[in-house]
Structures are given as structure tokens and as C-alpha cells.
T-cell receptor, first 112, second 116 residues
Framework: DQQVKQNSPSLSVQEGRISILNCDYT??????FLWYKKYPAEGPTFLIS?????DKNEDGRFTVFLNKSAKHLSLHIVPSQPGDSAVYFC???????????FGKGTMLLVSP | EAGVAQSPRYKIIEKRQSVAFWCNPI?????LYWYQQILGQGPKLLIQ????????DSQLPKDRFSAERLKGVDSTLKIQPAKLEDSAVYLC??????????????FGPGTRLTVL
């Protein structure tokens, strides 16, 4: 039973345009959500997070939106750059000291 | 600041052999995690340590996998005997405090294991 779902295995975007990566979750106990970015042969690196008490969090070119009623979150990258090409993982936790549950990831390719 | 170190980076073994992976977390990080990432999947937590105590090992296949964190610093993950389905990248991560989503985890580069 996959509690965090990233239904798009891949996404291609042109440089300068917006990239939108989506994530759905099923566990209503999740209250903290994160996005990690992973380059080949490297470990995932933390990108941005959002608490369930918010519906938006912004950090430079990256914005995460949370729709709790739909159990859906999305990561927007504006403008997209070729260096953003990587696999993006959505992760969630149920607060406190609970562990992270990851989605399968979406491979983003930003072409010049 | 040095990141999470892991070794070896790559390992190829035959099924039924044993293998061990080593992880050195970021200095001062109390919490250490081992994840298994099978190709096409997201990382799955195997075990979480808080200092040298186990916090969560509910998804660790204890009949063949074992892990220890001596003196609350370095950690070793062992597989004995290995099966074909153990082929994966094994990621180590560490974080400052008590773990959980709000405690940012820093990942090492991983060890890619191939079981033939």
C-alpha cells in the first residue's frame, strides 16, 4: 500500500518555463511534507518542506503548495533551469519523531 | 562541514554471500538512518538509531539484515546471506536531533549493491 504517490515517472520542460511536480498521499495522519532532489550517483538532498498548518511555502524559485482536503501537494519551479534536471522525491511524516515515507520519484528533464 | 560518508560505493556479490556497509554521519548528529532504495522506488527506511539505541527497525528483515551503531557514531549494516532481491542502493542519512519529518535528514552518496 503506497501512502505517498508520485504518478508521473518523468516530466520534460523547457528552460525558463514552469515545472510542476505532483504528489498525492493517502494517510490523513501525515502533517509534514518534504521534497528531496537527487542527482545520479548522489544521495537525495533536502529542497523544501511544508507543514500542514500552511498551504504554501516559498524558497527562491521553489514553491510547494499543499491542498489538505485533496491530500495533494505540488512543487513549482519557476523559472526552470537545466541544472534542475534530477529526480524529485516527495516525502511525508506523521509529525513528532515519526519516520519519512517517500514516493517513487519523478525525473525532471529541463532542456535548454 | 563534511557530509555523510559511506563505503564502499559499489559492491557486487553472489547470492548467499555476506556483505557489510559502513556509514559515518555528520559530526554531532544524534540520529542515523539506513534506507534501501530499489531501482524505480523511493527510499525505504530499514532502521533508525538515536545515538546508539534503535528507534525503529520495523522494516528491517531481521533474519538476514543486521545493523549496529557503535558508540553512537559510525554504523554498519550487514546482509547475511544476500538474496537477489537485495540488489539496491543502500543510503545512510543523519540528522541533528530526535528524527521525524521536521528534523532535516542529510544523505550520503549510497552504496550500490548488485547480487548475482
Amino acid at each position: 500500500d503506497q501512502q505517498v504517490k508520485q504518478n508521473s515517472p518523468s516530466l520534460s520542460v523547457q528552460e525558463g518555463r514552469i515545472s510542476i511536480l505532483n504528489c498525492d498521499y493517502t494517510n490523513s495522519m501525515f502533517d509534514y511534507f518534504l521534497w528531496y532532489k537527487k542527482y545520479p550517483a548522489e544521495g537525495p538532498t533536502f529542497l523544501i518542506s511544508i507543514s500542514s498548518i500552511k498551504d504554501k511555502n516559498e524558497d527562491g524559485r521553489f514553491t510547494v503548495f499543499l491542498n489538505k482536503s485533496a491530500k495533494h501537494l505540488s512543487l513549482h519551479i519557476v523559472p526552470s533551469q537545466p541544472g534542475d534536471s534530477a529526480v524529485y522525491f516527495c516525502a511525508a511524516s506523521a509529525g513528532g519523531y515519526s519516520t519519512l515515507t517517500f514516493g517513487k520519484g519523478t525525473m525532471l528533464l529541463v532542456s535548454p | 562541514e563534511a557530509g555523510v560518508a559511506q563505503s564502499p560505493r559499489y559492491k557486487i556479490i553472489e547470492k548467499r554471500q555476506s556483505v557489510a556497509f559502513w556509514c559515518n554521519p555528520i559530526s554531532g548528529h544524534a540520529t542515523l538512518y539506513w534506507y534501501q532504495q530499489i531501482l524505480g522506488q523511493g527510499p525505504k527506511l530499514l532502521i533508525q538509531f538515536q545515538n546508539n539505541g534503535v528507534v525503529d527497525d520495523s522494516q528491517l528483515p531481521k533474519d538476514r539484515f543486521s545493523a549496529e551503531r557503535l558508540k553512537g557514531v559510525d554504523s554498519t549494516l550487514k546482509i547475511q546471506p544476500a538474496k537477489l532481491e537485495d540488489s539496491a542502493v543502500y543510503l545512510c542519512a543523519s540528522s541533528w536531533a530526535g528524527g521525524g519529518g521536521t528534523d532535516t535528514q542529510y544523505f550520503g552518496p549510497g552504496t550500490r549493491l548488485t547480487v548475482l
